[in-house]
C-alpha cells in the first residue's frame, strides 16, 4: 500500500506545479483596454471589433463613457473598426433610451406633443463616419501585445 502511495504523492505534486507554469496570457490570449473619441466626445454604445490577418474577428462595446474591455486576444497586429450598432436606438454620441422613456415618448406622439408626428431624434445620428466600419478602410490599426495592452482611437472627420 505504502509502495503505491509515493508515486502518486509524486505523480500529484508535479500536475500541480506544471499547473501554474507558463504564461496565462498564451493560451487564454490577452484583455484589452482602450477608449473611442468622436471629434474629442466618448463615443457611446458603439461596437469596435479587431480583425486578425486569419480572419478572427473579437468585439466589444464601449461604455458611457466611450471605453471598453474585449478579453481573449491573441498577440499580433490587427486591423480596428468602430461602427454604430445595428439596430440600436442611442448608438454613436447619444445615450440608449430606456423603456420607460421610449412609452413616455409614444403617448406624447400619440397625444400630438412629439414635434408634428416626427419621429424623435437624438444626437446620434450617424456620428462615426462609414469609412471606420470597414478594416480596409479605417486605417485603424493595434499591436497587440503584453506591452500593448490600452489604446485610444481619436475619429476626428
Known sequence: MRRCA???IVLSCVLVAAAGCGNKNSSAGLTLTGKVMVK???AQRVQIKLHSPDGGEFSGQTGADGTFTIASIPAGEMKVTVAEIPGSSGA????KSDPKTAAMMKDKMKD???GGGQRPTTEASSKIPAKYSNPAKSGLTWTVSAENLSQEFNLND
Open 40 to 42: 474629442g466626445v466618448p
Open 92 to 95: 454613436g454620441m447619444g445615450g
Open 6 to 8: 509515493i508515486p502518486l
Open 112 to 114: 400630438g406633443e412629439g
